[in-house]
């Protein structure tokens, strides 16, 4: 009799069991998995741990839209830069031809002037370019390599004129510049690579320096030197491995002689080639940059070269056939170790050690070549400024 009473009551506690306990273990087991899927911050600096936030989840009726995502703002990217256009051979920039294009062989970056005066810059060797300003102050001026923003300008040197001409300095690439006072009658030669403050002039009486951006200037001669500047005035100057100083100086009567300086200025010697009968002539010279001694100069007979400084020169023109005597105008040694000579009935090339000239240029053939400029970091390009406006050509 007991057994059955307690297999009556047994029997029915084990079914509610059977039915309670699963129950019980799937409500706590999804109860462990929303705690252990929740981020718990980390304690606090005092060593208490925040209390968990629990976002409420959103009910989506069935049929309903789901809701509209809110879009991401992202920076509003500026417009491009104007890519040049060439047409006819000249660069245009604006839908504008470029008149001129100025900088440095150690910068990839460019200015150029437009025919109408507008001024626009380039910081990829010309693959894209922006304008400056509508109406810039100036038109010619000197680029530090150190530092594009840099600018130092003055229209011209006149030693018979009793008025003082200012030199400027911009230093927002040529949006605003300064009248540098303690400057006056300055002509800027040459821009140090490495420190935009420093800078090279030349005076009426010599070549000075000023180390702090053109406010205060030193002369670069002694007592010595006094006969040479007294009659030679700076025009144009390079600079070459180890401090030396290359200057192509004119007299009042147009002679022009080259001066070397070994120590950064202090001393300077005549190393220009002699004069067979007229006075030289020149119009611009070029030196290796990384090679002393080494030095070329456009001259009305030709082009001079030395590579011992001065000791010995020579003279090639053949193959420049009727641009001479006075129709050369610049020249540059390129890193491909080519000449590169400007006259006024195009432009022509010769390998260093190549005794004859070859006239390159379609669209420049007959044009008055003025200057020319490239960049180490794209040599392949070579600017060319013209009477009819700027051109490029690929340097094979």
């Not at 009556?8 to 506690?13: D, I, M, S």
């Not at 959103?58 to 789901?66: D, E, K, R, V, W």
């Not at 109406?135 to 001026?141: A, S």
């Not at 040694?333 to 006259?343: E, G, K, Q, V």
Request: include cysteine; charged fraction near 20%; aromatic fraction near 10%.
């Amino acid at each position: 009799m007991k057994k059955a009473i307690r297999s009556y009551l047994f029997l029915p506690l084990a079914a509610i069991l059977l039915v309670a306990i699963p129950a019980l273990l799937f409500s706590m087991t999804g109860k462990t998995a929303a705690v252990l899927a929740q981020t718990i911050p980390s304690p606090t600096a005092t060593g208490t741990i925040p209390p968990v936030i629990t976002a409420t989840p959103t009910t989506t009726i069935p049929g309903s839209p789901l809701p509209t995502p809110v879009p991401t703002r992202r920076p509003v990217s500026p417009l491009p830069a104007p890519a040049p256009v060439v047409t006819d051979g000249r660069i245009r920039v604006g839908g504008e031809v470029l008149e001129k294009v100025i900088g440095n062989r150690l910068s990839s970056t460019i200015y150029g002037f437009t025919f109408s005066g507008k001024l626009y810059r380039t910081l990829n060797n010309g693959r894209t370019w922006a304008r400056v300003t509508l109406t810039p102050d100036v038109d010619e001026f000197l680029m530090s390599p150190d530092d594009s923003d840099v600018l130092y300008s003055n229209y011209a040197l006149n030693c018979r004129s009793t008025l003082a001409a200012p030199l400027y300095r911009s230093d927002d690439g040529g949006l605003t510049w300064e009248d540098l006072e303690p400057a006056q009658s300055l002509l800027p030669l040459l821009a140090d690579p490495y420190d935009f403050d420093t800078l090279y002039a030349a005076g009426c009486d010599g070549i000075y320096m000023s180390d702090d951006g053109g406010q205060t200037w030193v002369a670069l001669s002694t007592s010595a030197d006094e006969p040479l500047w007294d009659t030679y005035v700076g025009l144009e100057m390079e600079a070459s491995e180890g401090n030396a100083f290359y200057v192509r100086a004119d007299s009042a009567t147009g002679e022009s002689v080259i001066l070397y300086s070994e120590d950064g200025g202090a001393t300077w010697t005549l190393i220009s080639p002699e004069a067979t009968s007229d006075p030289l002539s020149m119009r611009s010279i070029s030196v290796d940059p990384y090679m002393n001694g080494y030095l070329w100069a456009a001259e009305s007979q030709g082009v001079w070269s030395t590579e011992d400084l001065g000791q010995f020169w020579g003279l090639s023109s053949a193959g420049l056939g009727n641009v001479l005597p006075d129709g050369l105008n610049d020249i540059v040694i390129h890193s491909t170790d080519r000449l590169f000579l400007a006259t006024d009935a195009g432009f022509y090339s010769k390998g260093v050690s190549a005794t004859r000239w070859t006239k390159l240029g379609r669209e420049t053939v007959n044009l008055e070549i003025l200057n020319f400029l490239f960049t180490d970091s794209l040599p392949s390009r070579l600017w060319l400024n013209t009477e009819n406006g700027v051109y490029r050509y690929l340097v094979r």
